[in-house]
């Protein structure tokens, strides 16, 4: 079956911008989660969704960051006013259960790099 | 204090060797202990994972060891080979909830 699903896999943007980043799911899965990697480092968390609503943001950088999973599935990361420091690749997992201690399934990531 | 603290940073060791990489935490709310394996350009993919009520678990090749009261746990590879090189990380769960705190990666490469 299909794994993780996350476009696009590279995305270059001015600085001031605005993106979106996609995340579609295992199908089925009712937890999905947002972590953010910078290089050289471990996967930093940001959100995690479990059905259509967000049970934790407290990863969430500031306000410039948003995500919405309006139907429970298909999950978009949205970044306003994108700064240099935003740089990284952004990942996506999903998990069948919902609790942190059921397998957590990683997309590829989408690089985010912000001229 | 959310953090989980691995080392070391990268290592090199020499095929049909072991690897050991090492972490350790603060908070004692952390109750599970997963271990991810990512090679370049892909997401990090779950090799095996722990709880603090067990000191040990083992499979195949691989084996967490868990010391609670040091607060300390360690991935061994035993009869490393160059297919294993990538980069390891540790992770810790945060009382049943969704939130993984990982640490910051061993890049580990094993030589032919």
């Known amino acids: 079956g299909a794994g993780v699903s996350q476009t696009p896999s590279n995305k270059v943007t001015e600085k001031g911008k605005y993106v979106e980043l996609r995340c579609d799911p295992i199908s089925g899965h009712t937890a999905l989660y947002w972590y953010r990697q910078s290089l050289g480092q471990g996967p930093e968390f940001l959100i995690y969704f479990q059905g259509t609503g967000a049970a934790d943001d407290s990863g969430l950088p500031n306000d410039r960051f948003f995500a919405v999973r309006p139907e429970g599935s298909v999950s978009t990361l949205k970044i306003q006013r994108t700064e240099r420091g935003d740089s990284a690749v952004y990942l996506c997992a999903s998990s069948a259960l919902g609790q942190g201690n059921s397998p957590l399934h990683f997309g590829n990531g989408t690089r985010l790099t912000v001229t | 204090q959310q953090q989980v603290k691995q080392s070391p940073q990268s290592l090199i060791v020499q095929k049909g060797g072991i690897s050991i990489i090492n972490c350790a935490y603060e908070?004692?709310?952390?109750?599970?202990f997963p271990w991810y394996q990512q090679f370049p350009g892909k997401g990090p993919a779950l090799l095996i994972a722990i709880r603090p009520d067990v000191s040990e678990k083992k499979e195949g090749r691989f084996t967490i060891s868990f010391n609670k009261s040091a607060k300390q746990f360690s991935l061994h590879i035993m009869d490393s080979q160059p297919g294993d090189s990538a980069t390891y990380f540790c992770?810790?769960?945060?009382?049943?909830?969704?939130?993984?705190?990982f640490g910051q990666g061993t890049e580990l490469s094993v030589k032919p």
């Open positions: 992770a810790a769960l945060y009382n049943q909830g969704g939130k993984l705190i």
């Open positions: 908070n004692t709310a952390f109750d599970y």
